[in-house]
């Protein structure tokens, strides 16, 4: 399997402007989770979808960050407008059982927003 | 309520020395327990979890951890350091109590650091 899939690697973007990031679940993994790392506050849940549709949002800093999932496949994280202090590290993972059990990370995307 | 506490924000050691990383966590209920590991510039990888079957659990490139209840820890170990594990460590903990909602709850890392 080519395990968690995530695009771009790397995204530099002015303040303002639109951000999609991208993820690929392994395939038969009905769990998806998107992470934020920052120095400052480490790894933060943001949102977890099951079978595609989005459990808890809690962890969404605001009404600026958005996920969806449309198919079992594909799912997306979206800032709109994108301010310097989203300026992070952005993992995707997925889980084969649910939350509380192992999940498998992609290799992060990198978004600078200056 | 569920918590985890990686006792060291850094650990140094020399290469081919033993590696312990501490880790001590807080939980309703029988928790299961991971391990994770993150290279420098990359995602995380799972290192090993312990989900109450056997206390010692072994997991890859060489590391264990054993789970002790009566301490509430679950500290991860390796013999012989090697360069290549020179990495940020996560320990995390699952709750799997009937009246809270499973969640993970991640401790805020230790780096390990090797020295030639």
């Known amino acids: 399997d080519a395990g968690v899939i995530q695009s771009p690697r790397h995204e530099v973007t002015e303040m303002g402007q639109e951000v999609t990031l991208r993820c690929k679940p392994i395939?038969?993994?009905?769990?998806l989770f998107w992470y934020r790392q920052t120095m400052m506050r480490g790894l933060e849940l943001l949102i977890y979808?099951?079978?595609?549709?989005?459990?808890?949002d809690s962890g969404m800093p605001e009404d600026r960050f958005s996920a969806k999932m449309p198919n079992a496949s594909f799912s997306t994280l979206k800032i709109q407008p994108s301010e310097p202090r989203d300026s992070a590290v952005y993992f995707c993972?997925?889980?084969?059982?649910?939350?509380?059990?192992?999940?498998?990370f992609g290799p992060g995307t990198r978004l600078t927003v200056t | 309520a569920q918590s985890v506490t990686q006792l060291d924000s850094h650990v140094s050691v020399s290469e081919g020395t033993p590696v312990l990383l501490r880790c001590n966590y807080s939980s309703s209920y029988s928790p299961s327990l991971f391990w994770y590991v993150q290279h420098p510039n990359k995602g995380l990888q799972l290192l090993l979890k312990?989900?109450?079957?056997a206390t010692l659990v072994k997991g890859i490139n060489g590391f264990e951890a054993e789970f002790k209840k009566s301490e509430t820890s679950f500290h991860l170990t390796k013999p012989s350091a090697h360069m290549s594990d020179a990495a940020e460590y996560f320990c995390?903990?699952?709750?799997?109590?009937?009246?809270?909602?499973?969640?993970?709850?991640w401790g805020a890392g230790t780096k390990l650091i090797i020295k030639p």
């Open positions: 979808f099951n079978n595609n549709v989005p459990i808890d």
């Open positions: 993972a997925s889980s084969l059982r649910g939350v509380g059990y192992e999940q498998y």
């Open positions: 312990y989900t109450s079957a």
């Open positions: 395939s038969g993994h009905d769990y």
């Open positions: 995390v903990v699952s709750d799997h109590s009937v009246d809270s909602n499973y969640q993970l709850i």
